[in-house]
């Protein structure tokens, strides 16, 4: 069943809204995946083709973002440990998940802490976990994950 944000069942309470998770990847392919696999876990995906553009939405306000899942090796000038330390900067607490194939030794010195790294490849479900994980832990520490 389908029911928009803020849709009330039966006249009854409001639906709760989903949380709110803001993509960076630059790769329309990955991009569907990661989408796919966050709405199967119960989130809503915001997606973003740039460090610069989840910058932006980050700063701009109008959407509370529970969580951010970063490439770490994005197109343009920012790439995603920056778009991370950016987001601390406006919530000391934002919950932080890295994806990379290439970038897996510098998250110990490049990362921000309580943040987790998923190693590419790796399941949907791994992110769904990582994601709910540092939710529902507010912000627990954890490690890169292969």
Not at 15 to 20: A, D, K, N, S, T
Not at 60 to 77: C, E, N, P, Q, W
Not at 100 to 129: C, D, H, M, Y
């Amino acid at each position: 069943m389908f029911v928009e944000l803020g849709a009330r069942l039966d006249g009854g309470l409001p639906v709760q809204e989903l949380p709110v998770v803001l993509v960076i990847e630059d790769d329309p392919d990955v991009q569907i995946i990661l989408e796919d696999a966050l709405t199967d876990g119960g989130f809503e995906p915001a997606i973003a083709a740039s460090g610069e553009e989840a910058v932006t939405l980050l700063k701009s306000g109008l959407i509370k973002y529970r969580a951010l899942v970063t490439d770490v090796v994005l197109k343009g000038r920012m790439d995603g440990w920056e778009v991370a330390r950016q987001s601390r900067e406006i919530d000391p607490a934002f919950p932080i998940v890295y994806i990379t194939g290439a970038a897996v030794r510098r998250w110990p010195s490049r990362g921000v802490p309580n943040s987790i790294l998923l190693e590419k490849p790796f399941a949907p479900a791994q992110l769904v976990t990582a994601v709910s994980q540092l939710l529902n832990a507010g912000t627990s520490p954890g490690g890169p994950v292969s």
